[in-house]
């Protein structure tokens, strides 16, 4: 394999790791997201159980879900920004895969045609010192 193939390979690989690194810490901030929204729901469920058993608690549990309407729909909206992030993420690691794969296969290539030249060399020349020993006898 070719100097400039191995070079290549090993940027792609840099490229690949580093994305998915980046789709690692993506996956995670995702799934933190995630979390607060389950956190939130149970927070919900908790507060109504309350408020059914206490009636001062059930006067202000309006005023609560009110808020805690607005706290869904951030932690909501911070999941679907993530999300789109990991998709772009997913993407671009795609490309790099592919990118990989590509380099990969030509330097393939290349020592496939090296072994294939060098193959033709050596029949050529098994043919000329046939074609002498003949003439020699």
Do not use: C
Request: aromatic content about 6%.
């Amino acid at each position: 394999m070719t100097a400039w193939a191995q070079s290549l390979i090993r940027i792609s690989n840099y490229e690949v790791e580093t994305l998915q690194k980046r789709l690692a810490e993506i996956t995670a901030r995702k799934a933190e997201a995630e979390m607060r929204v389950a956190v939130l729901d149970a927070e919900v469920e908790i507060e109504r159980a309350n408020a059914s058993q206490d009636p001062t608690s059930g006067m202000m549990l309006q005023a609560y879900l009110n808020g805690w309407k607005m706290k869904r729909a951030e932690a909501e909206s911070a999941v679907a920004a993530v999300a789109a992030e990991e998709d772009g993420a997913r993407d671009a690691l795609t490309g790099a895969f592919e990118e990989l794969k590509k380099f990969e296969h030509v330097a393939e290539a290349t020592r496939l045609n090296r072994l294939m030249a060098a193959a033709k060399r050596e029949t050529a020349a098994f043919d000329e010192m046939g074609l002498r020993r003949r003439a020699e006898g």
